[in-house]
């Protein structure tokens, strides 16, 4: 059955109730990105059981008017959610007052012809681009599409009265930590015209991945913190971070004295954008510093 709790969201400039909804379907049809593993949670599931999730996602409304839903793969593959089940999940939405709806897909099944569907609705659509540039989402993400594709899928959203949100990634395997950081700054900026919302996902070490098997051998190191700051205090616009695993030692952290309080300051700053709260110390900044130093010495680039 569906995972579900309730959290804040930005909306209309004030912080407003969420139901965020995570439904299991038959998940992720790429399946290939180093980082993750969300699809092997998926099941083959009938039609049915589909729409009792559903169902027990909207009677768990209540007065809440901003839903989320993911379905660790695309809402809008219907191989994950059939089109006769979209179309009735939507009318419930507009039936039960939904204000703002949050849903995740790959570019390659965003059309047109899908999001009339969503007529009456404010929509946003959620896009693991994570990062603009091409040869590192190829070669060290393995994402199976470029940046083009995502340009595309976000004009049709935007010319459909949808919302683009653009995930980026902080730190694939193979970046050093000040290249991850570049990255992000250059991706933001790139992708600034195209999206509404940009989200920054901090890499966390998901079981059965590339990733994983890097970190097992000392190969890899999730993000400092430090560098998720340096991130939101050197970009513009609507940012929004939820650190996953943030403080632990497969997620990103920092010496575990400063990580609780830079982690909800992060996810403080999401909901209010109020950069003053990125305004943290520790002295393991300058260990951080030390580390991104040493790094760049011993390090062959990437990118000469």
């Excluded at 897909?105 to 990062?131: A, C, H, M, N, Y």
């Amino acid at each position: 059955m569906p995972k579900l709790w309730k959290e804040k969201e930005r909306f209309r400039g004030n912080l407003e109730d969420c139901l965020t909804a995570i439904i299991t379907t038959r998940g992720c049809s790429w399946r290939k990105c180093y980082m993750c593993s969300y699809w092997s949670e998926s099941r083959a599931l009938s039609d049915e059981f589909l729409k009792s999730q559903l169902d027990e996602v909207l009677d768990k409304l209540g007065e809440i008017r901003i839903l989320k839903v993911f379905t660790s793969g695309s809402f809008l593959d219907e191989r994950e959610m059939p089109a006769e089940l979209r179309a009735y999940f939507l009318d419930r939405c507009r039936e039960l007052g939904v204000e703002k709806l949050i849903i995740e897909s790959r570019p390659e099944f965003i059309d047109s012809k899908k999001l009339k569907d969503f007529k009456g609705l404010q929509v946003e659509v959620g896009i693991g681009l994570e990062t603009a540039n091409d040869f590192i989402r190829e070669h060290c993400i393995n994402k199976g599409f470029s940046f083009s594709d995502f340009a595309r899928a976000a004009e049709i959203l935007k010319r459909e009265g949808l919302r683009v949100k653009c995930y980026l990634l902080l730190k694939p395997p193979f970046l050093s930590e000040r290249e991850a950081i570049n990255d992000l700054l250059e991706s933001t900026e790139k992708v600034r015209n195209l999206a509404d919302v940009i989200s920054i996902n901090l890499t966390n070490i998901q079981k059965g991945t590339l990733v994983e098997k890097l970190w097992e051998r000392g190969l890899y190191r999730p993000p400092w913190l430090w560098s998720a700051l340096e991130v939101l205090r050197n970009v513009s616009g609507e940012i929004i971070c939820d650190p996953v695993a943030g403080g632990k030692i497969r997620g990103p952290h920092n010496c575990g004295r400063c990580d609780r309080e830079i982690v909800s300051a992060i996810r403080l700053f999401s909901v209010t954008q109020d950069t003053s709260l990125l305004d943290v110390d520790c002295s393991c900044r300058k260990i951080w510093l030390k580390a991104l130093e040493l790094e760049d010495r011993s390090r062959v680039p990437l990118f000469s």
